[in-house]
Nanobody, 118 residues
Framework: VQLQASGGGLVQAGGYLRLSCAAS????????MGWFRQAPGKEREFVAR????????DYADSVKGRFTISRDNAKNTVYLQMNSLKPEDTAFYYC????????????WGQGTLVTVSS
């Protein structure tokens, strides 16, 4: 199983980026796909998740209204559209996959760095 995250970069405050997470190695139809982030010196935190089969989504309060998670079944890819970026959004962003009955995420991709300048 491989989760390949990409799309990070440097952007000014108020700008936007779209992160991608390409999933391979198995079928993720019944999985939950999540995005997490970790800023320097801080703990990893939940950002957003999507149920692959139903499309149901959930967001951290800090990103609601600014970030949108989505998936493309044909490409086996999950996206995180990030708008109105703030300096406090600066972090490594990780995608992850969780089996339906699992209490924790089972697979993790490598991080992609998002830097938001003020």
């Amino acid at each position: 199983v491989q989760l390949q995250a990409s799309g990070g970069g440097l952007v000014q405050a108020g700008g936007y980026l779209r992160l991608s997470c390409a999933a391979s190695g198995r079928t993720f139809t019944n999985f939950y796909m999540g995005w997490f982030r970790q800023a320097p010196g801080k703990e990893r935190e939940f950002v957003a998740r999507i149920a692959w089969n139903t499309g149901n989504v959930d967001y951290a309060d800090s990103v609601k209204g600014r970030f949108t998670i989505s998936r493309d079944n044909a490409k086996n890819t999950v996206y995180l559209q990030m708008n109105s970026l703030k300096p406090e959004d600066t972090a490594f962003y990780y995608c992850a996959a969780r089996r339906p009955m699992s209490s924790s995420y089972n697979y993790w991709g490598q991080g992609t760095l998002v830097t938001v300048s003020s």
